[in-house]
């Protein structure tokens, strides 16, 4: 088997924009400097070496060294000068194209498009002394606005992956798409990492022509206008489909690259499922009518106890305070835990949740009543509908939770911050109702004050419980 290119460094690039990485393409450099841009293979050459193993590109570009003098207009096919490194230029030209300025009232997405066609305009020329130019001016350390935007069919000046190499790249010769696949592994003879990748019958016969017309040239991998390596072709005709990557790899490195070259040439592209801008006076306004909205609910629900159970409204409202505190503590935890924000959907599961637990204190209550109208004491009525009153209620919660843990799983965007709170306040409302509801009432009934029908508002229970046991007596009188 034909030995295979060994790596030369590259230069880490600048962050990419969010999109689809382009194929991987071979292509052979020309001009100052050989160019890889999002997946592909071209020649290429360095400007300023480096030792460390770039992260992998998606495309491959044969390499040449920069011409110091003014390089002539690109032949239509690719040149396959020799490989070379040069050290970049600290100053800026003397005479560099200056760059527009941004035209006020321009949009963001403007703005961007606008910095695209600036790039393109200096870094994918096909003039030998703009290309001369972009390699002297192009900082590797800031973003790069041509990431995942470059035209494959155009050279192309782009940075390697570290930012300590500038290339210059011809056009395209192999799309990224072509690689089958990439694994890192220890060679046995030279016992150093390397890189083998897998081309399918497409790629092969091209990498074959490719590692002939530029043996002892640089090829270079590229992905999103960044050069992950540029590897020296050391064997010519490798028409088998395989090659190898060596250099001084560590086993992180060569890991990174075969990821970069294998799963960088995956045709992958993104939809946008939800979108939405809100102003920060919008938000903060919104924000401001849930919570009005939630205390109004708070107080509507405090009022209707008050009325309807007299001083059991309090005990009512005591729990439901408590699982206001216990619920705003979670979520101001969550919120430096795991950076947990509350939006209008959560607001809405809160306050949901402030009707599910005064429901819990609803079903107590009448439990409660039941067993006072069979005709038992206000104190003997307490336990007893609190073992009728907890099964109804467990199994309430149960099915609320489970709805809660269902739509969160199943739904997306703001949907999942209502089922969070949702499922959230009802775990509270169990925690309140067992640690605090039960053991308040359960001292409330021991008390005398609380047994007094004005107070706790069941006079009319025990009314009824009282005709219930005469008429009782009467039939029984009847009877014997």
């Known amino acids: ?9 590259s230069r880490p690039r600048r962050p990419s924009r969010p999109r689809p990485p382009r194929p991987l393409r071979p292509r ?8 890889g841009t999002g997946g592909r293979f071209a020649p290429a050459e360095v400007v300023p070496g480096d030792d460390s193993a770039p992260a992998a590109q998606n495309r491959v570009f044969p390499a040449q ?4 003098e003014p390089a002539p207009e690109e032949p239509p096919a690719p040149p396959a000068p020799a490989a070379s490194t040069a050290p970049a230029p600290t100053a800026a030209p003397a005479t560099p194209t200056p760059t527009p300025a941004p035209v006020g009232g321009l949009t963001p997405q403007q ?15 096909t003039d030998p002394q703009i290309q001369a130019l972009a390699l002297q001016s192009l900082d590797c350390s800031k973003p790069d606005p041509l990431a995942g935007n470059d035209d494959p069919n155009l050279p192309l000046v782009a940075c390697s ?6 290339y210059l790249l011809d056009k395209s010769k192999l ?3 072509e690689i089958d696949g990439a694994t890192a592994s220890l060679n046995q003879q030279s016992s150093q990492w390397v890189v083998d990748v897998t081309f399918k019958s497409g790629g092969a016969k ?16 590229t992905l999103d206008s960044q050069v992950v390596s540029a590897p020296q072709v050391q064997a010519a005709g490798q028409v088998g489909g395989n090659t190898e990557i060596s250099g001084k790899f560590t086993q992180s490195q060569a890991k990174e690259l075969a990821n970069s070259l294998k799963y960088g040439s995956l045709p992958l592209s993104f939809a946008t499922s939800e979108a939405e801008t809100v102003s920060a006076t919008l938000g903060l306004s919104s924000l401001h009518a849930g919570l009005l909205a939630g205390g109004i609910g708070l107080i509507a629900v405090l009022l209707y106890c008050l009325a309807y159970y007299r001083m059991l409204g309090f005990l009512a409202g005591f729990s439901l305070v408590a699982s206001g505190f216990a619920v705003y503590g979670i979520i101001v935890l969550l919120g430096r835990w795991i950076h947990f924000t509350l939006d209008l959907a959560g607001i809405a599961g809160l306050i949901i949740g402030i009707g599910m637990t005064a429901d819990s204190f609803v079903v107590f209550f009448e439990r409660i009543k039941d067993e006072m109208r069979e005709g038992r004491s206000f104190r003997s009525a307490v336990p007893r509908g609190w073992a009728r009153a907890q099964r109804t209620n467990l199994s309430g919660k149960t099915v ?22 949702l499922g959230l306040t009802t775990v509270l409302d169990v925690i309140v109702l067992y640690l605090v509801t039960a053991p308040l009432m359960m001292m409330a009934s021991r008390s005398p004050f609380f047994a007094k029908p004005s107070v706790n508002g069941l006079g009319a229970v025990q009314q009824i419980a009282r005709e219930r046991k005469a008429g009782a007596r009467v039939l029984a009188g009847k009877e014997a």
């Open 1 to 9: 088997m034909p030995p295979r290119p060994a790596s030369s460094p």
């Open 28 to 35: 052979p450099r020309r001009g100052p400097a050989g160019r």
């Open 65 to 68: 060294a920069p011409n110091p």
């Open 111 to 125: 703005q961007a498009q606008k910095e695209i066609a600036d790039a393109k305009a200096l870094r994918q020329s």
């Open 161 to 166: 992956t570290d930012g300590t190499g500038v």
């Open 175 to 177: 799309d990224g798409q």
């Open 206 to 221: 091209t990498w074959g022509q490719l590692t002939s017309d530029y043996y002892q040239k640089q090829l270079a991998f």
């Open 400 to 421: 609320s939770l489970i709805a809660s843990v269902v739509l969160y799983v199943l739904a997306a965007g703001q949907v999942k911050g209502f089922a969070f709170t």
